[in-house]
């Protein structure tokens, strides 16, 4: 196990990158802890396949080191890296029986065998999998031969880190919740460093103690669950994050006042000295509320009812607004309605990134 240091990486899939615009993956720094179980989440093409095959050293990066530990890995194959891979299709055998995939990359490594056989056996029952380590994986269903191949990454307690890319996409969806729930209680017990890569936001959620988000290459917001979600620190992180998204509306802000569509909302802090570019609040649904008087007054385009609440769909100027309501609220005629943003609940972004206001 080690800490994963990433050091002024950069990678262009192209010869001579010329500026930003040319590169997959854009400068960056980092430091995963050892025994942290972190998630890469993005939508395709954002560069997380990317950044997880430099660290795995399918490949070498533009510019830049990868560290494990005090060991500079930036050129080592990747079976020199001491780490495990799980795809996103499964990597098994279909020969062998279940036990034998499992045991193999053990056996490889001249492992005895009653040691062999402990190590096998746990990981099988933490995958429910010790019904099945007689039989051959040729006849398992797919779901089956993916917790094999996530086994088979699990098994090895000496790696320096497992990497995941995408491993549930095979998985039925009514198996997903708890192969990430297990995923997790393995993690705690193992404690071996994780990087998880998708595309899902609640398989990053539930999963990583800490997500990694990125969006056009570059690495927006590293943080906890609860704090993706209540200070977002890049719009879209705002957006991709939470369901419905954050609602971002173009506004001016002067002091501690926003002004979107011609109509005044109040903030929790001043901004006097913003600078130059596209200035946008941010709220989430769950921060709006239905009021009265007071406001926001905007057009009630549709009431979504998901069940377990409604989402109030609505626009002010070229702007659209969510809402959320409880699940009992009466029905609401089209027309105008009046909803009010939580000051405290605001944000305040320009060019997309966030900005830290002054207390009033």
Known sequence: MATIRLDGLAHAYGSNPAGPADYALKKLDMTWQDGGAYALLGPSGCGKTT???????LVIPTHGRVLFGDQDVTRLPTERRNIAQVFQFPVIYDTMTVYDNLAFPLRNRGMDRAAVDARVRTVAEALELSQDLRRRAAGLTADAKQKISLGRGLVRADVAAILFDEPLT???????????TQLKQLHSRV????IYVTHDQTEALTFADQVV???????????TPEALFEQPAHTFVGYFIGSPGMNVLPAMVEGATATVA???VPLRSAYPDLPEGRVQIGVRPEHVDLVETGGLEVALRRVDDIGRLKIARCAIGEAEIAATLPEDSPPLADGRVRLRLRPDKIHVYVDGHRREGRSL
Not at 51 to 57: A, D, H, M, P, Q
Not at 170 to 180: A, E, N, S
Not at 191 to 194: L, S, Y
């Open 170 to 180: 095979v998985i039925d969806p009514q198996m997903k919740w708890h192969l990430r």
């Open 213 to 223: 988000v990125m969006y056009d290459g570059e690495v927006v917001q590293v943080g």
């Open 51 to 57: 950044l997880l095959n430099i660290i795995s050293g």
């Open 191 to 194: 404690g071996t460093t994780m």
């Open 262 to 264: 011609g109509q005044q």
